[in-house]
Every structure is written in C-alpha cells, then in structure tokens.
C-alpha cells in the first residue's frame, strides 16, 4: 500500500449498527438486490414477510448493509450495498456505518472490493460459514488520508458512470436485436416472408395473424402430449429403479434468446421422482414453465433417455409438429397472456393446449426452421458479441476499482480534473439513443 496510508482494524473504522425497529418508528422496507438498496415497494411485500417488522434494525443514509449468510454455497451474489435512504431492513444482515477516519464513499467501495475480489468467502465460521460482527471488525482495513479518500471516491463514481453508459448501450442493442430477431421469425414462421404464398384465404392464428391457403391452425391439444407435474406417469424408459436426470427450476439458465440447462449432473430414481411428484418426459420434448414467462426447453439431445422435471413445469411430446418447429414457434408465444391471473400468474395444462399455431408440412416446417436460422444467424452473432463485451466491461470495472480503492492505481491528479457529478445513467439515455442510431447507420453502409 502507499506510504501515506495506514492499515487499521474493522473496529476502528466501522461500528455495528444496534438500532431496532423498536414501536415501528420506521415503516419504509429496504431491500438489498444486485449490490444496491432499494426501497422495496409495497405490493411486492408478501410472501415470506414477519409478523411484525419491530425486530428490523433501522438504516440512515451513508449506512452499509452486508448479506453475512451462506458464503459456502453462494459464491456469486454481490453481498455489499450502500444506503441511499432511511428505512428498514432484516436484521439477518449485518448493518454498518464508518467511524472515525473513514468516509462513508470509500468505506462502501473497500467493503465492495473485499467481496468482488472473493476474500470475503474466506472469512465467517460455522456449518455453512456465516459472517459476523466479528470477522469484519478484525478485519485488517486500509485507510488513505481523507483528501485522498475523496479523489477516489469522486474518480470512481465518473468510471461507474461511463461504464454504465457502455453497458446501457449494448443492452439496448441487445433489445433491438431481440426484437428484429422476433419479428423475423414471426415473417418466416407465418408463411409471410415466402415469395408467391397465397394468405388471403388461408386460416388465421389469433396471436401470429394470417397464413398461407395450404397450412392449418390446430391447437396443441390436437398436436402434443402434454404432461403436468400431478402424478407420475409410467414410462416405457423410465424403468423401476433406474437413475433419471432430473432437473429443477433452479437448473434453468438464459443466455441471449437461447434456454439452456444449466446444471445436468442432478439424477434421481423412479421411486423418488414420484415422491417429489415429478414428470418424466423424453429428450427431445419441450417443456413449458408453469407461470408465465420465458420458454424453456431440453436442448441436450445427448441425453437420449428420459428426462424428469420437477412439478413446476410441464412437457410437451409432440406427435404432430417437427421439434425445432415447435421450438421456435413457441417462442413466439407470450405465455403470461394466456395466465391465469393472481399473485403468481399461473399457465396450466388445458392453457397451453388450447394456444393456436400453424401447421405446415412436416417438410415446410424443417425448411422453415433452416431459413430462421440462416436470417437470424448474424442478428444471433451480434448479441453474443455484445453480451461478451458486457461481460468484459464487469470484470474491467470490478479490477479497475480494486486497484484504485487499495492503492495500486494513484488517480488523484485526474480526479482533480472531473466535475464534481458525474452524468447518471438517466440523464445519458438521450444520448444512448443517438449514438445508437449513428452506430446502426454506419453499419448499414
């Protein structure tokens, strides 16, 4: 560290904070989400809420709030957030706030560092390591002279803010690559981007409008075999005591447009899939989440035998519609429209078996699905490149802070130069907008 710094103690720098909810003097709910505190809005209050919030701890402004629980299984969450506003918040989480040579910025930054850089998956004891009061106020802590304090946190804030502006851009290029993507596919996979195809008699799909004379629209009951998680159905490659991949919600991951499983080394029995009542169904179905949302399906065709998914999605056979076609065409579908209202939006079996969808040779359907995939070839390159850029931007802001916070980087000359705000993200969405647009032209030429 530089000469000019100090190492000291957690206890020097920081105080736990014992301030109860006691007679529900504060009513506003914090919550920690993705490395900040947010106000938590009232109606998504439910669920696994207390009785009563007196036994909350109460946050000010400037106050840090670290997620202590589970450091031996969840390496990947962002533990660290920095109080914006006076509220409540479990007292499962442990609550701080500088004392004296800290400045409240570069404590939360140093905190941050201590967890971007995993050194805090070292610290905590027990059974599932859980991290205390304890650990943080032996921790060893750098402490810079406070002008420097200062600089750093002013020169991070401006290098949080232009990253964020890159990265708002690429996910706004990501949206509209999504969305030429959809409709893309919605033009191919209605007949309507065929040359010569006669649509003006042809059926109509309620959801993807007219297509062509010689096509039908059936409902999926007419095409698939749906299967729900009530009950377990026997399977002539299910057999009695043999190991079947079993997969969760849990397991689910999305990259881009593509929905994967995540996690395939979960196996169970016949016996202990009925137990949890699970569906079985075969490798090459399609499997529908039981509230609305994304689509997911199995695209592990090496698996080859059945699969067996838990009781909050339901599979799909399809006897009458060729897989990939069935694949992308029920991407199309907005599964939370067809939900059945509530606090969570459920989709059932007889839901989806009455969604509409075309139904074109078995022939059409590979030729249509080979043209998808051509057109939607350099949209798919585009997103990938982009969600990697993403990706780098992260790790170039996670290394960027780490050296500015413990002295490996000196940046007091340059921050003497920033403004003293630098722009938020909602004040540069305008010119997001217009560099976007630029870039897209120039693209086309």
Request: glycine share 8%.
């Amino acid at each position: 560290m530089p000469a000019s710094w100090a190492e000291m103690p957690g206890l020097a720098v920081l105080e736990e904070n014992r301030r109860t909810n006691k007679g529900l003097v504060e009513s506003q709910v914090l919550s920690l989400s993705y490395g900040k505190v947010i106000v938590k809005p009232v109606e998504k209050q439910r669920g696994l809420v207390p009785e009563s919030y007196e036994g909350y701890q109460v946050l000010d402004p400037g106050d840090i709030v670290v997620r202590p629980t589970d450091l031996q299984n969840d390496q990947t969450s962002i533990r660290v957030g920095h109080v914006r506003d006076r509220g409540i918040i479990t007292s499962a989480y442990i609550g701080v706030r500088p004392r004296g040579e800290w400045t409240d910025g570069y404590a939360f930054h140093y905190l941050a560092v201590v967890d971007s850089s995993k050194r805090i998956y070292g610290m905590g004891s027990g059974l599932r390591q859980q991290l205390g009061w304890g650990d943080l106020k032996r921790m060893p802590c750098l402490v810079p002279p406070a002008e420097e304090q200062v600089a750093i946190v002013k020169y991070v804030a401006h290098a949080n803010a232009r990253i964020d502006k890159a990265i708002a851009a690429k996910r706004r290029l990501i949206a509209l690559v999504s969305e030429c993507s959809a409709q893309t596919a919605r033009q191919v996979l209605s007949g309507r981007a065929a040359r010569n195809v006669e649509l003006d008699s042809g059926d109509r799909v309620p959801w993807l409008g007219q297509i062509p004379r010689a096509w039908e629209a059936l409902p999926l009951k007419r095409l698939a075999k749906l299967r729900s998680g009530a009950g377990f159905p026997v399977d002539r490659q299910a057999r009695s005591g043999e190991e079947i991949p079993f997969f969760r919600v849990s397991d689910m991951g999305l990259t881009g447009n593509e929905v994967f499983l995540a996690n395939c080394d979960s196996t169970v029995s016949r016996d202990e899939a009925s137990e949890l009542g699970a569906v079985v169904f075969d490798a090459d179905s399609i499997a529908f989440p039981k509230v609305g949302g994304a689509l997911l399906t199995n695209k592990r065709r090496i698996l080859g035998q059945a699969s067996c998914l838990d009781n909050n999605l339901m599979g799909a056979n399809f006897y009458g519609l060729e897989r990939d076609y069935a694949f992308e065409i029920m991407k199309l579908v907005d599964l939370s429209d067809i939900a059945k209202p509530g606090p969570v939006p459920a989709v059932g079996q007889g839901d989806v078996g009455r969604i509409v969808v075309p139904v074109p040779s078995l022939q059409e359907q590979s030729d249509l699905v080979e043209e998808l995939r051509d057109s939607e070839r350099e949209l798919t390159s585009t997103a990938t490149v982009a969600m990697r850029e993403i990706a780098l931007l992260h790790e170039f802001r996670t290394r960027l802070v780490a050296d500015v916070v413990t002295g490996q980087v000196d940046v007091r000359a340059i921050a003497a130069t920033l403004p003293d705000a630098p722009t938020t993200i909602d004040e540069a969405v305008p010119e997001l907008d217009d560099a976007l647009e630029e870039a897209l032209g120039e693209s086309e030429e």
